[in-house]
Nanobody, 124 residues
Framework: QAQLVESGGGLVQAGDSLRLTCTMS????????MGWFRQAPGKEREFVAS????????LYADPVKGRFTISRDIVRPILFLQMNRLQTEDTAVYYC?????????????????WGQGTQVTVLS
């Protein structure tokens, strides 16, 4: 099973940028997808973005389209989430996760390995 560790979170002002990183170790299949989720206080965990590990095709939740970019480095292997034009609504704990098979409407139950999360706080 893969081990995932997120980093890169922090405290920023609205309009700023952050890049989250998820380092991976252990067995990672070639046909998996990797995703980012977030969870704000008192809210359910929600999908942010996912990427096919081999092909690189990606999906985004509507609130982050045009602002966030998911990418991966297959060699190292590392997953990234570039977050631009951050808004206060983006404040949450961000998690990376591994999905055995990429789906078009990802939910948390589709993913079977999770990191511990990294806090992103956006101030107005």
């Amino acid at each position: 099973q893969a081990q995932l560790v997120e980093s890169g979170g922090g405290l920023v002002q609205a309009g700023d940028s952050l890049r989250l990183t998820c380092t991976m170790s252990g067995r990672i299949g070639r046909d998996v997808a990797m995703g980012w989720f977030r969870q704000a206080p008192g809210k359910e965990r929600e999908f942010v973005a996912s990427i096919s590990w081999r092909g690189g095709s990606s999906l985004y939740a509507d609130p982050v389209k045009g602002r966030f970019t998911i990418s991966r480095d297959i060699v190292r292997p590392i997953l990234f989430l570039q977050m631009n034009r951050l808004q206060t609504e983006d404040t949450a704990v961000y998690y990376c996760a591994l999905q055995p098979v990429m789906t078009l409407r990802p939910t948390p139950s589709d993913f079977d390995s999770w990191g511990q999360g990294t806090q992103v706080t956006v101030l107005s």
